[in-house]
């Protein structure tokens, strides 16, 4: 069955096709959920919560671009709804801006899994806005009005992201390295 029959069958509530849904694009949704959760758990609550709202708003989609798109939208906004709610962020003025840290990453000695896991640990406001700007390519324009602050605070707290980042990558490095020379 293609995808658009599929689609057609969802938006008559079948649920063999949900499920069939749920299988096809929950490994790639739940990816989008780890990066904007913190831990595990919370990531499958958000894909939970996800895939409720895909379902209950699957008429809206008109088949016109992506559906694999349209699903991360919803993704994401499912993911910075929670957070939202928290009230994580703090107003910063753009004369507190600091200079942007630039990371570099050598993708030979850094495991995915261990970048997964320390940007997991920044604070929420830091990781929506890190996720938002580099992994998902908004503006810093965008991602203020998706998470409803200023361009400043999205600016500064992407600085401040990417400082606290670039302090672990350095530390697993140095670690790495003493570790080789322990070896030798």
Known sequence: MGLDQLIKKCKKRNAQAQEQLYRLYSSKLFSICLKYSNDYSSAEDILQDSFITIFDKINQYKNQGSFEGWIKRITINTALQ???????????????????????????????????????QLPDRYRLVF???????????????????????????????????KEKLQLNQELYARSIKGRG
């Open 131 to 165: 996720n938002l700007y580099v992994l998902d390519g908004y503006s810093h324009k965008e991602v203020a009005e998706m998470l409803e602050i200023s361009t400043g605070t999205s600016k500064s707290n992407l600085s401040r992201a990417r400082t606290i980042l």
């Open 82 to 120: 929670k957070y939202r709610k928290q009230k994580v962020f703090e107003i910063i003025n753009e004369d507190q801006l600091e200079e942007e840290v630039e990371i570099q990453i050598d993708d030979n000695e850094i495991p995915l899994e261990y970048l997964l896991k320390i940007i997991q």
